[in-house]
């Protein structure tokens, strides 16, 4: 449990955005491959978004765990607070001792 707790605390998913992805916007490869690489990653993200939106778009009021890769999750829970009728629970209320 305290793994789970840490993989999903602000402070890892902080580390975890700067060490894997903001370094592509830090660098400036000649061919672009950089800044291509964490374009692609934001839109696979913002498709996942997609997929949960539409899987709980009939399912409103009701509650929908979302199991996902650690390295996912702040970017698809910043996409999903956006969203009209989705409220974000964080693991740390779910994981609480």
Avoid: C
């Avoid at 400036?28 to 291509?36: E, Q």
């Avoid at 709980?56 to 009021?61: D, I, Q, R, Y």
């Amino acid at each position: 449990i305290g793994l789970y707790r840490w993989i999903n605390s602000a402070q890892y998913a902080a580390a975890d955005v700067g060490a894997q992805w903001h370094i592509f916007l830090r660098t400036r490869f000649p061919g672009g491959l950089d800044r291509a690489r964490a374009a692609f990653w934001e839109a696979r993200n913002l498709a996942i978004a997609a997929n949960i939106r539409r899987a709980t778009a009939s399912a409103s009021g009701k509650r929908a765990l979302v199991v996902i890769g650690a390295s996912h999750r702040p970017f698809l829970e910043a996409y999903l607070s956006q969203v009209m009728d989705v409220d974000i629970v964080s693991a740390q209320e779910v994981l609480r001792p």
